[in-house]
């Protein structure tokens, strides 16, 4: 076992869904094992200026079923640099936390990599974010929760198209990888998904768009990735198919960062509870430089330097099944 006897833990990069639950379990865990736990708010910024509270079982009661992260989050620039990683180094050992959990992306992964590696202080990551494109885990925290939340959206702009016969297209989140709008695609019915891994081409959606108005729908949802290279964006895209089908009536909606926002589902709570408890431990165990993921229903770890450098893949199944559906 290390000799480890105070933890700190922080969020870091953008909010997602299960971010307080996941610090709710650092911190009930670290009780159950007797050892004190540390808050550091404002993620890497906080721990540059030593914005520390000490924490116990109590201070985080009634969060789990809350969005968004207790501790804030920010990205901070002075820790990209050598001088502001001491900065923080010097802040963590006057306190005397002696190993860090960190919950975020891959951003914050790389800053924690770094940090052990000119340190060699202890750091076990929790991946926390709504885009599920970090290496080494099934879900990330806050998935679910968001696709829960761009289907409920998408449900309710169906009713409306259906009701004025329009074209819809949906932007959501994704950036780099298209699981969010793959997923909510099959799962919200839609006609067509565009995302960033399968360039579908313009053509290839004005002949899908003929297909549905043939078949006699008189709407259709189009699901749009931010990633998306099928236009420079979904405006152009929407100007693209109204100077293609002028009979077509289409809107756009952007979801936006509501995607991001909301209670966490029972999934992302149950999730960040385990991943949590697995971190205290593995920190306990002398582990370090590993991020807690799940596969096949159960944790593992995986080296932060393989998470970050990882590419996660789209699900080719779940991409025949929409073609398959949106027939």
């Known amino acids: 076992m290390a000799n480890i006897k105070k933890i700190g833990v922080f969020t870091s990069g953008g909010d997602s869904p299960g971010m307080n639950a996941a610090i709710r379990s650092v911190v009930r865990t670290c009780a159950y094992l007797n050892v004190e736990c540390v808050g550091i708010y404002w993620g890497y910024q906080g721990m540059i200026k030593g914005d520390f509270k000490l924490m116990n079982a109590r201070s985080v009661h009634n969060i789990i079923n809350k969005g968004g992260t207790i501790l804030k989050t920010a990205r901070c620039e002075e820790f990209r640099t050598k001088e502001g990683r001491k900065k923080a180094?010097?802040?963590l050992q006057a306190a005397g936390i002696d190993a860090f959990v960190v919950i975020g992306g891959d951003g914050s992964f790389t800053g924690a990599m770094i940090f052990n590696q000119e340190f060699g202080f202890p750091v076990i990551g929790i991946p926390g974010t709504i885009d599920n494109d970090i290496f080494g885990?099934?879900?990330?925290?806050?998935?679910d929760t968001a696709l829960n939340t761009v289907v409920e959206a998408i449900d309710k702009i169906r009713d409306t198209a259906s009701s004025h016969n329009r074209l819809f297209f949906v932007e959501v989140m994704g950036r780099d990888v298209g699981h969010i709008a793959l997923n909510a695609g099959v799962g919200a019915g839609a006609e067509e998904i565009l995302i960033p891994e399968e360039n579908l081409g313009r053509e290839r959606l004005l002949e899908s768009l003929k297909r549905s108005r043939s078949s006699g729908k008189s709407s259709s949802i189009v699901i749009v990735a931010e990633g998306d290279k099928t236009g420079k964006n979904i405006f152009e895209l929407k100007e693209y198919v109204e100077a293609n089908f002028p009979d077509?009536?289409?809107?756009?909606?952007?979801?936006?960062?509501?995607?991001?926002?909301?209670?966490?589902?029972?999934?992302?709570?149950?999730?960040?509870s385990r991943m949590g408890?697995?971190?205290?431990e593995a920190l306990l165990e002398g582990k370090t430089n590993l991020m807690v993921?799940?596969?096949?229903?159960?944790?593992?770890?995986?080296?932060i330097n393989k998470a970050i450098k990882g590419h996660t893949k789209i699900d080719k199944e779940l991409i025949r099944v929409s073609?398959?559906?949106s027939t």
């Open 89 to 91: 180094y010097d802040q």
């Open 277 to 280: 408890v697995r971190a205290v």
């Open 293 to 303: 993921g799940v596969q096949d229903n159960q944790l593992i770890l995986t080296p």
């Open 137 to 143: 885990t099934t879900f990330t925290l806050g998935f």
């Open 323 to 325: 073609e398959i559906m």
């Open 248 to 272: 077509y009536e289409v809107r756009v909606s952007v979801l936006g960062h509501m995607q991001r926002g909301g209670a966490p589902s029972c999934y992302d709570r149950v999730l960040a």
